[in-house]
């Protein structure tokens, strides 16, 4: 009798493993947000379209804050970096503080810049511009401390951990891979487990759909969205910038604490899923994603 309901439930497990490749790749889901992050651990900018280069989207982290240094700046010691938003506009990036009376910050796309400095984030050294003396005073009058703005060229070279990846990928300064993806569902799972809910904006999502259900996308591996093709890389591992709300700078414990009674594998946290460009192109909010292979396997976090 055990040997019988052992099989019944590896018969289980197939059928169970087999219905989720194929729900998953049967669901409609619908591309809702294109988020870009155009200086690294700064407020977002929401995109009705945008360009897919191999390094990510167009002006996506592609600028950063160092100390003095040369180490990369974030909100997980630097809450208060929420506090500065920044925009898009024909001549440049404009930064603005959302709590201090301080003028705009005008940084041009193109830096002229010839002071070159090392730049680490976190086990990545590269070489990076420094993009002027006066974007090094606005930062650190807006922060307190000395800091500066740097940008990286094409030239720059820092490349996706080749354990992941497919072909010599670079990347610019995200944390570990150009694209994070996120569903909607996902976060509808988590705020029905909280007190309070939080926005999308706590997880930094490059990527946002609609449709099938929680989770889905920590199942994929090749998809399109529209015409532009990427590769499932890894769950994305998070980290206490979860916990700060990007309007106030203000740190609490959700929804990490939450997360971490079920979204718990090892010493890792995750949620979303971290992609990889295949090819270049646009994307736009409303193009379907097509999920071309999924794991053949259930999720290992529920």
């Not at 490749?21 to 294109?34: A, Q």
């Not at 944390?175 to 999308?200: K, T, Y």
Request: proline share 5%; hydrophobic share 40%.
């Amino acid at each position: 009798m055990q040997a019988s309901s052992g099989n019944h439930s590896y018969l289980w497990l197939q059928v169970s493993q087999s219905h989720v490749y194929s729900t998953i790749c049967m669901s409609t889901f619908v591309l809702s947000e294109i988020n870009i992050y155009p200086i690294k651990s700064l407020g977002g900018i929401s995109l009705t379209s945008a360009e897919v280069e191999e390094r990510g989207l167009q002006y996506d982290r592609r600028w950063m804050l160092i100390d003095d240094n040369g180490i990369f700046l974030t909100q997980r010691k630097i809450p208060d970096m929420a506090l500065l938003q920044v925009a898009l506009a024909p001549q440049g990036l404009v930064v603005t503080h959302t709590a201090k009376g301080m003028l705009p910050l005008v940084v041009p796309y193109e830096t002229n810049s010839t002071r070159s400095t090392l730049v680490t984030v976190w086990d990545d050294i590269c070489f990076a511009f420094i993009v002027s003396p006066e974007a090094n005073a606005w930062f650190t009058n807006a922060l307190g401390f000395s800091c500066r703005l740097v940008y990286m060229p094409d030239n720059s070279i820092r490349l996706i951990d080749p354990n992941y990846a497919k072909h010599n990928e670079k990347l610019n300064f995200s944390d570990g891979f150009p694209f994070m993806v996120i569903g909607q569902e996902s976060l509808n799972d988590l705020n029905g487990r909280l007190a309070a809910p939080v926005p999308m904006n706590r997880f930094r999502p490059t990527f946002v759909f609609t449709g099938g259900m929680p989770f889905d996308e920590e199942n994929w591996k090749t998809l399109k969205i529209g015409d532009v093709l990427f590769s499932g890389a890894k769950p994305c591992s998070r980290c206490n910038v979860t916990t700060i709300d990007q309007a106030t700078a203000q740190v609490g414990q959700e929804p990490l604490k939450t997360l971490s009674t079920y979204r718990r594998i090892g010493n890792k946290v995750n949620f979303g899923m971290n992609l990889i460009g295949l090819s270049t192109g646009k994307v736009y909010v409303g193009d379907k994603i097509t999920v071309m292979e999924a794991a053949n396997s259930l999720s290992g976090a529920r």
